[in-house]
């Protein structure tokens, strides 16, 4: 007997640009021909989470974990690679994160 191992993604793999490969997810996965993995229209489909087994955890206070948007990631991805040399004085104008 064959198993069934299948996800559905967000985007065509095949016709998105390149640089958006990195922000394809699954919205759906099944292993075993069991669904394992629901997002978005296929969230309904999703088993519940296993319970959080470390109560300082954020997810066990907020039920989920957060996921940057795809402007938060880039702004992310732009501040780290101007890397900085943090010293005494001015140490935020020099870190690369955007704070001043």
């Given at each position: 007997?064959?198993?069934?191992?299948?996800?559905?993604?967000?985007?065509?793999?095949?016709?998105?640009?390149?640089?958006?490969?990195?922000?394809?997810?699954?919205?759906?996965?099944?292993?075993?021909?069991?669904?394992?993995?629901?997002?978005?229209?296929?969230?309904r489909l999703a088993p519940p989470l296993p319970p959080?087994?470390?109560?300082?955890?954020?997810?066990?206070?907020?039920g989920e974990y957060y996921k940057r948007t795809a402007v938060e990631a880039?702004?992310?991805?732009?501040?780290?690679?101007?890397?900085?040399?943090?010293?005494?004085?001015?140490?935020?104008?020099?870190?690369?994160?955007?704070?001043?």
């Amino acid at each position: 007997m064959k198993t069934l191992h299948l996800a559905i993604l967000s985007a065509d793999y095949f016709n998105v640009p390149t640089e958006q490969i990195k922000d394809i997810e699954s919205v759906l996965t099944m292993v075993g021909g069991k669904v394992v993995y629901g997002a978005g229209p296929f969230s309904r489909l999703a088993p519940p989470l296993p319970p959080v087994v470390q109560d300082w955890l954020p997810v066990g206070q907020y039920g989920e974990y957060y996921k940057r948007t795809a402007v938060e990631a880039q702004n992310l991805a732009r501040a780290m690679s101007r890397p900085g040399i943090i010293a005494d004085a001015g140490a935020w104008e020099a870190c690369g994160c955007g704070v001043i």
